[in-house]
Nanobody, 125 residues
C-alpha cells in the first residue's frame, strides 16, 4: 500500500520557521516528481512547490518564493519543505504529493497521483 505521511507541522509565531517532511512507503518515488500543496480554511487547495525526480528543477508559488525551499532525499524516499519567515497567511493544512514515474515537476494538482493526509501549519501574528 502506497502511503505519503507528512510531519513537522505545528504552531509558530510570525517570522519563525518550520520544516515539513513527507515520508513515502509502499513504492519508491525516486523517478517521480514531488510537490507540496496547501489548503486554508474556506479556500481551495493551492500549489506551493514542486521538485523533479533528480532535485535539479524546482518551482514555487509566488507567495512563497524566497521563503520556502523544497528538497528531497531519494535514498530515504522523503521530501522536505523548509519554511522560513512564516506569515499568518501561510496558515493551512499542507499536503505532500507525488506524480507517476518520469513526469517532470508540475504545478498542477491533477498531475499528482499520490497524496498524503496533510499536516496543520498555524502561524500566529
Amino acid at each position: 500500500q502506497v502511503q505519503l505521511v507528512e510531519s513537522g507541522g505545528g504552531l509558530v509565531q510570525a517570522g519563525g520557521s518550520l520544516r515539513l517532511s513527507c515520508a513515502a512507503s509502499g513504492r519508491t518515488f525516486s523517478s517521480s516528481s514531488m510537490g507540496w500543496f496547501r489548503q486554508a480554511p474556506g479556500k481551495e487547495r493551492e500549489f506551493v512547490a514542486t521538485i523533479n525526480w533528480s532535485g535539479d528543477s524546482t518551482y514555487y508559488a509566488d507567495s512563497v518564493k524566497g521563503r520556502f525551499t523544497i528538497s528531497r532525499d531519494n535514498a530515504k524516499n522523503t521530501e522536505y519543505l523548509q519554511m522560513n519567515s512564516l506569515k499568518p497567511e501561510d496558515t493551512a493544512v499542507y499536503y505532500c504529493a507525488a506524480t507517476r514515474s518520469l513526469l517532470g515537476a508540475t504545478t498542477r494538482a491533477y498531475d499528482y497521483n499520490y497524496w498524503g493526509r496533510g499536516t496543520q501549519v498555524t502561524v500566529s501574528s
